[in-house]
């Protein structure tokens, strides 16, 4: 598996600031319809998942080009892929962290909830890519 888009620096700049920019403009969209939602399943969780499946995919399909070597096609690939990327992103994190703070109203409790996820989800990742917690079983 290829590990980095080959294409002119340049290019890799302009893409990752136009989805940057993409996700700037997308954030408060996404977030008052979040908000606004009138989802028989909960305001927040239609958001969820509709956009987890797809922001972990592409999160993998940014580092997989298309060709394996400089071609203007990686930076189209790169293109889609970070504007698809920073779109979905931001439909499951925005109404996940407003979720949390509907969850509880309590700001230490807020904030116990929301590194206390964060820290678990590190440990099960580094867990489940190099073993490091093996001995003990979560």
């Keep these: 598996m290829q590990h980095t888009v080959k294409t002119l620096p340049l290019w890799k700049k302009i893409i990752y600031a136009f989805g940057r920019l993409w996700d700037a403009i997308t954030d408060p969209i996404i977030a008052t319809m979040s908000d606004r939602s009138k989802s028989r399943f909960g ?51 925005t109404p996940f962290f407003a979720w949390l703070s509907e969850l509880v109203h309590n700001p230490h409790e807020r904030f116990f909830l929301k590194y206390a996820h964060f820290n678990y989800m590190g440990y099960r990742i580094c867990n489940r890519l190099t073993g490091c917690g093996a001995a003990i079983n979560v």
């Design 43 to 93: 305001r927040r969780r239609k958001f969820l998942a509709i956009g987890g499946l797809p922001f972990a995919l592409l999160s993998i399909l940014a580092f997989t080009p298309p060709v394996n070597a400089m071609s203007p096609w990686n930076a189209v690939w790169l293109f889609v892929v970070v504007t698809l990327f920073y779109l979905f992103m931001i439909m499951y994190v």
